[in-house]
């Protein structure tokens, strides 16, 4: 039984949550992939650790600034399709960014706008995800809901740091981006495969 217990929770029990809970895992391992990528680049060119915070608080600029806009836009639009097309957002960025590094083009305010534009991305998708969830399970399972949710997204933290890092050393900037932006691709079809507007959604 307890080998089952994972399954058994309420949120798991439902099918449009579990691939929410996997894109989410994929979503995420391509964040903590980004850090690693653009703190490596940063630190290539200028040799400044400095430097690599400037970029990390140019990346989360945008859930500062846009945090306010990005739920209301949660709010006013189709869920399923905003997880879809910021997806689809991140791969194209992704493989944009891996062939200019793969030519040569590797300036400074390059990576300065890669990393406002996902940053940008990341603002939008997390209201979304979490919007969605609550969609889903509804008030009654909110808590459990986004606490597994948010397990879902650490562990793809953990992991997308530890293989993209393996994947820069080895293979260089424009592999480890392919890798960020194959996750995404797992996460589209995860996100894809979405039917239900959720119970918290039909409610109101």
């Known amino acids: 039984a307890r080998g089952n217990a994972m399954i058994q929770l309420p949120a798991l029990r439902n099918p449009d949550y579990r691939r929410l809970w996997c894109g989410a895992a994929f979503n995420q391992q391509g964040m903590s992939g980004e850090h690693v990528v653009l703190g490596a680049l940063v630190f290539q060119i200028t040799e400044s650790t400095g430097w690599i915070g400037v970029i990390m608080a140019i990346y989360f600029l945008p859930l500062f600034v846009f945090g306010m806009l990005s739920g209301a836009v949660a709010d006013w639009m189709d869920r399923h399709t905003l997880l879809r097309r910021t997806e689809l957002a991140f791969i194209a960025l992704q493989l944009c960014f ?106 109101t």
């Open 98 to 203: 891996a062939a200019l590094l793969f030519i040569g083009i590797d300036d400074l305010w390059l990576i300065v706008g890669f990393a406002l534009m996902t940053g940008s991305l990341r603002a939008l998708h997390q209201p979304v995800r979490v919007s969605y969830a609550y969609d889903i399970v509804g008030g009654d399972q909110v808590v459990s809901g986004l606490g597994l949710l948010n397990l879902s997204a650490r562990s793809g933290q953990l992991i997308g740091a530890l293989l993209v890092g393996l994947v820069m050393k080895n293979y260089g900037a424009p592999a480890a981006l392919a890798v960020i932006a194959g996750g995404h691709l797992v996460a589209l079809v995860a996100f894809a495969r979405l039917r239900s507007a959720g119970e918290a959604a039909v409610k």
